[in-house]
Every structure is written in C-alpha cells, then in structure tokens.
C-alpha cells in the first residue's frame, strides 16, 4: 500500500503533548506549526528550540515553529492536531474554524468528555467544525504515551482512529516513526471511551498509592476499572476487542502506574490527605480525569450503567466524602458475579 502521510502539520496547543508529538512529528520529516498561547513559550521554542514551561528538557528539531498568532500557523496544513485540554476543545475549535479551508485532516489528542454534553472530543470537533470540515476528515490519536517519554523516543505503541478508513490511514502513516509505532482501529468510540475512562481510573489508582492500601487494591482498581471502561463504551457501540486493545487496557494500565501521570498524581494526593482544589491550582498541567469523572458519572446514571469506582471517585472528588468511607462502601456492596456487561 502506497504511504498518504501529510507533511506539512498545524499543533494547537504547545503543552506537554503537543510539544512531544512536535518532536516525532518533524523527526519524520514534516514541518511543524505550534500554536502557544504563552509568548514565552513561543520565544523559548522559536530562540532556544525549548518549551520553557513543558517538558523542558527536551530539545526540539530546528523544522518546529510557534506561533502564539492562530491564523500564521494555520497557513494550509495538511493536517491539525488539537493537543488542548478536552474542556477547551469547543472555545479553541470555534475560534480557529474561520482559519480552515477544508481539506485539513483533523486529529484530536485530547482524552476527556466534555461536560453537561457527555460529548467526545472527535464529537465535538465534528459538532463546531460542520459546514467547514466533513466528520470523514476527523480522527483521534489514542494509547499509552506519556509526554516524557515520547518525547525522548522511548518505544511507544499508539492506535488512530477516524471516521473514515482513509483518515484512518493518513493519521497512522503520518505519526508512524520507529520508536513511535500506530496500528489502525475503526472503533472511534471505543478508543475515545478507553482514553476518557482510564484517567478516572488513575485517580483511583493514586488514591490507593498515597494511601498505601497496596497492590492488591491497584490491581483491583485496573481490572475492575477496565469493567467499567467496558460497560459504558459497549453500551455506545463500543467493541470488546478495543478495550483489550492499546487504548483500553494499555493506556489503563500506563496511567494507573506511571510516575508521569498527572491523574495518578493528583490521586495520590488525595490519598495523603491533601484537597482538590490545593492539589490542582499546584499544577501546570491538565489532570483530564477531574472533569471526566464528572461527566462520566452523570452520563452513566443518564445510561444506567453500572460504575461503581467512577462514582465512588465522584465523591472523593465533589462530594468530600473521606477515600476511606468510600472504599468501605464499595468493598461492602452487594456481592455479585465478576463479569456482567
Ligand atoms: N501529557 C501527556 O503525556 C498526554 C496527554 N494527552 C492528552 O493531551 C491533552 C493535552 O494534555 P497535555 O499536553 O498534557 O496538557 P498540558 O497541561 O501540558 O498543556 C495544555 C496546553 O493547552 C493550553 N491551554 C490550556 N488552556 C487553554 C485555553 N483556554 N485555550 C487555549 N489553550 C489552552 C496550555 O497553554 C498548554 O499549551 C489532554 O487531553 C491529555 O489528556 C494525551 C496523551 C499523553
Ligand atoms: O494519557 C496519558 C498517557 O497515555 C497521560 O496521562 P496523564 O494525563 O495522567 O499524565
């Protein structure tokens, strides 16, 4: 099969993703446009090649520029990947459709649900983008991948996802590089759901470090979590082999385990004693499982859907219930059978 990759590519956000996948991006061979809204960051990149405020450490290649202008970066690329955090997605999307001419593909990296709507961030951009870009040009990029360690070529294994088969393509032959290795998987909502589910789920999982209530518990929490994760996506149509796949059970098991994940931290906190709102306005960067976890907790009692640690982790979160009351809870509930979809 003949490679489609796009090469000249538009990232909108210059966090601590958008700036590894930069990296990736322009080491196979491709232009790449940031869009900061930090000037220093801009200045830092464009003087230093080095994200002052985001994975610092890393050197990015001489083939990234940023921009802190919308419409300069968006000078037509072939593809525009959205790197903000899911709660942004909408106010981000709608600010720069004006810029589109139409024929970009479009690649969502944000792993949320937006709330109230209970929307995925492909759904989103697919809602603001209409009359400007087709839903078969919108695709997501999913899996195991941690800034830190994309960024510095550690071996990582992806999954694209889009609308189309054709957009499905294009996204994996434009990020495939060695150490950077994307498979194909036409289950967008399955990946999106996996993505959005395992940050609640890291939560949980920083909870029970912090608190030291052992491994027995994590492993419960990841098998348990991915239950859940299970449940919901396959009541949206969702398929069972996408869960077990990169952007279910691998990216469950990376945030619920990985010193580089910010939802795991801000578990953790929690689990020492500290509060929310402390924890967070400490951070300068996106702990998504936050905000998830609200949208998912509603979206599943909308559903009826079983979630037990989503809710459990709903009220550690917004009710200010006390982790140990709540695990107490959960551990006494009603025994049932271990598998029930
Ligand atoms: N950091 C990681 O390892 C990975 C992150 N992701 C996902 O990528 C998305 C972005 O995450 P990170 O890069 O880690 O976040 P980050 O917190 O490091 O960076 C967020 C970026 O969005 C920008 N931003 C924040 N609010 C904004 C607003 N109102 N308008 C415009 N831009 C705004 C910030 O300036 C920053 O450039 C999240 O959905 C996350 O789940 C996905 C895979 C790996
Ligand atoms: O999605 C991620 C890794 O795949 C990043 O997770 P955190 O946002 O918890 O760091």
């Given amino acids: 099969m003949s490679s489609s990759k796009v090469e000249k590519i538009t990232i909108i956000g210059a966090g601590s993703f958008g700036t590894a996948l930069s990296v990736v991006l322009a080491r196979a061979g491709n232009k790449v446009q940031l869009w900061a809204r930090e000037s220093e960051v801009a200045y830092g990149i464009n003087k230093h090649h080095r994200n002052p405020s985001y994975i610092s450490d890393v050197t990015l290649p001489d083939s990234v520029t940023c921009y802190t202008n919308l419409e300069q970066c968006l000078d037509d690329p072939g593809m525009v990947v959205f790197a903000t955090p899911s709660h942004v997605m909408r106010g981000v999307a709608e600010r720069i459709k004006p810029f589109f001419n139409g024929n970009e593909i479009i690649v969502s990296v944000a792993k949320g649900i937006e709330n109230k709507t209970f929307l995925t961030m492909s759904q ?43 957009t499905t393509r294009i996204i994996q032959d434009t990020f495939l590089t060695p150490m950077f290795r994307v498979y194909l998987n036409y289950d ?5 759901i996996g993505g959005a589910v ?63 994940s910010r939802n795991r931290f801000v578990g953790y906190n ?14 300068n960067m996106v702990a998504e499982g936050v905000k998830t976890t609200r949208s998912v ?13 989503t809710s459990a982790i709903y009220q ?16 006494t509930r009603n025994p049932k059978e271990e598998i029930v979809i």
């Fill in 124 to 166: 989103v951009l697919t809602e603001v983008l209409r009359g400007k870009i087709i839903e078969d040009h919108i695709g997501v990029l999913s899996g195991p991948s941690h800034a830190e360690e994309v960024s510095t070529f550690k071996p990582t294994t992806v999954v694209a996802s889009a609308y189309s088969k054709r």
């Fill in 188 to 192: 967008i909502i399955g990946v999106e």
């Fill in 198 to 260: 395992k940050n609640i789920m890291a939560i949980a999982a920083g909870i029970i470090d912090g608190a030291k209530l052992g491994d027995n518990a994590k492993a419960a929490v990841i098998t348990r979590g991915l239950h859940e994760m299970k449940r919901l996506g396959m009541k949206l149509g969702g398929s069972q082999d996408t869960f077990s796949g990169l952007s279910g059970i691998g990216d469950l098991v990376v945030t619920c385990t990985s010193e580089h």
């Fill in 270 to 283: 929690i689990g020492k004693g500290k509060k929310l709102e402390d924890i967070t306005s400490q951070m």
């Fill in 297 to 309: 907790f509603e979206w599943s009692k909308q559903l009826k859907v079983e979630m037990p640690i």
């Fill in 316 to 331: 550690v979160l917004f009710e200010r219930e006390d982790p140990e009351d709540v695990l107490y809870e959960l551990m």
